[in-house]
């Protein structure tokens, strides 16, 4: 270190990465567009290594975040730094360390998978004898090596995904972008997406930050932020945010939900709430409490059950709405 | 300071990233696309001969018979004409590929890649040039049967002009074209832009020969440079307006007055969703 004094544009153009233990960090970030606020003051960092998850129902912002953290948009508010750089000031730095798995294709149909990436890595400065054993070797990675020469139009689903997320790993980031990357996929394929990303995260140290709406997706990952109206809600391990919910969740079904639920908050004094005609309520011990609640009001319910808490739980604890109610009308792109 | 590549083991640190290398590739990916789309190689190729097979049998000979035009020929004075309406139309039609591009998601990967925004239009304009200028050079295979045999130099001067109108048009096309996200929409700006641009360049009636405020038009349209300057070069004999450096000077001028307004399209970063 002391044989070479670096100059001054040397030491400030470095990422700040050793100093700061965060690879991404978002402060207070706030976007509105169009009279519509999609971001409200969120905030989180994103460590080394880590399987991030932002989770939360269409329209949550997790799109917006996305796109953001990608600098396919700057934000009204607020800052996003990537690996030492700022998404808003310094884009093209930034750019170099993320890779960037969109959920809509990306790939060109009328190429083949070997052109797909021969196009991407000159994009990224990468180019002849090097580039092409990269190419065979990332092919090889997500086991599409013997396919190379073929047409990615002819690909399935599955297949098309893996090479984009070879596109996205072609120039080795240190950050993985992915949006909502299991979308249209067999459950076969999503469990080997999975599996991949973790590898990555083990062997090459990536951070990999993924979209999601889905509570089985958003259970995998080491960290989650649950997004809900522009809103940053919960942030931490799928087991602590479990944890906080403290003991059971019951659901009763009955003739009338309403006055039920009244009698049983006076009686037992515990927090209520109808929703969807279910009388939904958190307790510990709750196979006890099912049998004093039956016996306390006999014949008047249809059902009950005790389960541990979800992360929709969770998310209803912290929001007081359902994760799917709004979002399932308005859901064309998955299928 | 070292952590980054201590800790990628492998990692490939791309040189700075130049202006060309992405260019080239996106012009690559443009040609490569054309040519494995048959119908498209087909149409570059019909349209030229159909155009000709049409005006060369019915139009061209009853304007001959009539001889409105003194001694010129009407075909002879419609052929810089029709060369340039066909470099006109590939050139901004080539650019609904943007659109495309746009709407298939490949647009989004290129556009958070470290990749300077000029090298993004060069790349895509240059693609769209090449192929017009094609075109329009397949069309230039029919000149002797108007009369007009080139020398090797007239020959290239003829192909520089074609490139230059091609590059402007083009350019015209991509900075249209980047906002939008629909071809309808595209389709319908560009009949409103297209028809008026040529119909006032000189094609079809000439400049000469035109009223005050009609003169006007087509002395800011910088299609009619275009047509000047074939007309310089396939007609040598016939009276021009304009010396042929200026009508290239004014090309040129053209070209990068359209590049710079794509450029400027490309390179607004906003707020609003990109893609």
Known sequence: MASK?????????EPDVASAPFVISVRDIVHRYDGRTALDGVSFAVHRAELFGLLGPNGSGKTTLFRILSTLMVPTGGEAVVMGF????????????????FQAQSIDAKLTAYENLWHQGHLYGLHGRPLKSRIMEILARVGLADRAKERVETFSGGMQRRIELAKGLLHHPSVLLLDEPTTGL?????????????????QE???????????????????????????????????ELKHEIGGDVILIEAYNPESLADRIRIRFKVQVTVMDNKIRLERENGHHFITDVVEAFPGEIQAISVSKPTLEDVFIHRTGHRFWSEAQKAEPRTS | MATQTTTMPGQITPATNGLLLPAFTLWWREIVRFYRQRSRVIGVIASPVLFWLVIGSGFGTSFRSGGAAGQEHYLDYFYPGALIMIVLFTSIFTMMSVIEDRKEGFLLSVLVAPVPRSSIVLGKVLGGTTLSTIQGLIFLVFAPLVGVHLSASDFLLVALTVFLVSFSLTALGFAIAWPMDSTQAFHAIINLFLIPLWLLSGALFPLAGASGWIRLLMRINPLTYGVEALRNLLHPASPAVFPLPASMA???????FMFSLAFVMVNRRTTKPAA
């Open chain 1, 86 to 101: 700022d998404a808003a000031k310094d884009p093209d730095a930034l750019r170099r360390q993320i890779g960037v798995v």
């Open chain 1, 205 to 239: 140290q990536v951070s990999v930050i993924v979209t999601t709406h889905l509570m089985e997706e958003a259970e995998r990952c080491d960290r989650l932020a649950i997004l809900h109206e522009g809103k940053l809600v919960a942030l931490g391990t799928p087991a």
């Open chain 1, 5 to 13: 004094v670096p100059a001054y544009e040397e030491l400030n153009s």
């Open chain 2, 250 to 256: 004014t090309l040129v001028l053209f070209s990068l």
């Open chain 1, 186 to 202: 067999d459950p076969g394929a999503r469990r080997d997406l999975w599996q991949y990303l973790r590898i990555l995260r083990d």
